[in-house]
């Protein structure tokens, strides 16, 4: 069994894969205060609840976007491990070209979902990553990524929505059953969901009508919001929610 960590900057996405499959996962809040012993206490925590005893692991595979994560996160994998953790950046050798004008910028989740969708799908494809923020990755069929778009994820508007409205109070970010809201919450379901909804068919469309090949990509959903917006983005050809914890399992075998 393998560890992978994904670590984002509100949550990190913890997995235990058997090959590229997932098999477990947990969601941690990303906290860059935490020491190596905090952090190998948690994981060890979360591995006695499923009954996985840290002899069963063969290694740990980290992406991060978040620098003062990454230290302790890796002394903890190797203690739990008892080999060096795999940390996957702008980096690391992998089988994928970075066709931008900064490829060292390019964060670790985008390199990740360039590798796994390339080589899952192995067609162009757009990666609508849906995190803190949302990112649309833009991969072709042989593994080069070739740029995206960043936009602010739905929490993350929802709560800038809610820190500058003193009137407006936070709630639940479900989609709305109409459009048009008679209560203020449903308003607000109705701004910050189906606006992102929409923001997403808008800047999906428009990458599409930019796309340097005939054929159109095929649009992949991923993050902890992707299933949630399924019924929504029409454009969504697959959800895939594990695509970067299997990508870092493929970079593990890589670069391992």
Same mark, same amino acid.
């Given at each position: 069994?393998?560890l992978?960590?994904?670590?984002?900057n509100?949550e990190?996405t913890?997995?235990l894969?058997d090959?590229e $499959?997932v098999?477990?996962?947990w969601?941690?809040?990303?906290? *860059?205060s935490?020491?190596?012993?905090?952090? #190998?206490l948690?994981?060890r925590?979360?591995?006695d609840?499923?009954?996985?005893?840290s002899t #069963?692991?063969?290694? &740990?595979a980290?992406?991060?976007?978040v !620098?003062?994560v990454t230290? !302790?996160?890796?002394?903890a994998?190797?203690?739990?491990?008892?080999?060096p *953790?795999?940390?996957?950046d702008a980096?690391?050798?992998?089988p994928?070209?970075?066709?931008v004008?900064?490829p060292?910028?390019?964060?670790a989740?985008?390199l990740?979902?360039t590798l796994a969708a390339s080589?899952i #799908?192995q067609?162009?494809? @757009?990666v609508?990553?849906?995190?803190t923020?949302?990112t649309?990755?833009?991969?072709?069929?042989?593994?080069?990524?070739?740029?995206?778009?960043?936009? !602010?994820?739905?929490?993350?508007?929802? $709560?800038?929505l809610?820190?500058?409205? *003193?009137k407006l109070s936070?709630t639940e970010l479900v989609?709305?059953?109409?459009?048009?809201g +008679?209560?203020? $919450?449903e308003?607000?379901?109705s701004?910050?969901?189906?606006? &992102?909804?929409? &923001?997403i068919?808008? @800047?999906v469309?428009?990458?599409?009508?930019?796309?340097? +090949?005939p054929? &159109?990509p095929?649009?992949?959903?991923?993050?902890?919001?992707?299933a949630?917006?399924? !019924?929504l983005c029409e454009?969504?050809?697959?959800?895939?929610?594990d695509l970067?914890?299997?990508g870092?399992?493929m970079a593990? $075998?890589?670069?391992?």
């Amino acid at each position: 069994m393998l560890l992978v960590f994904d670590v984002g900057n509100t949550e990190t996405t913890i997995g235990l894969c058997d090959g590229e $499959e997932v098999a477990l996962r947990w969601r941690v809040t990303t906290d *860059a205060s935490r020491t190596p012993d905090e952090v #190998h206490l948690l994981v060890r925590a979360l591995l006695d609840t499923a009954s996985i005893k840290s002899t #069963h692991m063969k290694g &740990a595979a980290i992406g991060s976007v978040v !620098p003062a994560v990454t230290g !302790p996160l890796a002394e903890a994998c190797e203690r739990l491990v008892g080999a060096p *953790a795999v940390v996957v950046d702008a980096r690391s050798k992998l089988p994928i070209k970075l066709d931008v004008d900064e490829p060292l910028t390019v964060g670790a989740d985008r390199l990740i979902n360039t590798l796994a969708a390339s080589r899952i #799908h192995q067609c162009d494809c @757009i990666v609508v990553d849906l995190g803190t923020a949302t990112t649309f990755d833009c991969i072709t069929a042989d593994g080069t990524f070739i740029g995206g778009v960043i936009a !602010p994820g739905v929490q993350m508007s929802a $709560e800038s929505l809610f820190r500058k409205t *003193a009137k407006l109070s936070a709630t639940e970010l479900v989609a709305p059953t109409r459009v048009i809201g +008679r209560r203020t $919450e449903e308003c607000i379901r109705s701004g910050v969901v189906l606006g &992102a909804a929409e &923001a997403i068919e808008g @800047i999906v469309r428009r990458i599409k009508g930019e796309w340097p +090949r005939p054929k &159109a990509p095929l649009v992949i959903a991923t993050g902890g919001l992707a299933a949630a917006f399924k !019924p929504l983005c029409e454009s969504f050809d697959v959800v895939e929610p594990d695509l970067t914890l299997r990508g870092l399992a493929m970079a593990y $075998e890589l670069l391992g």
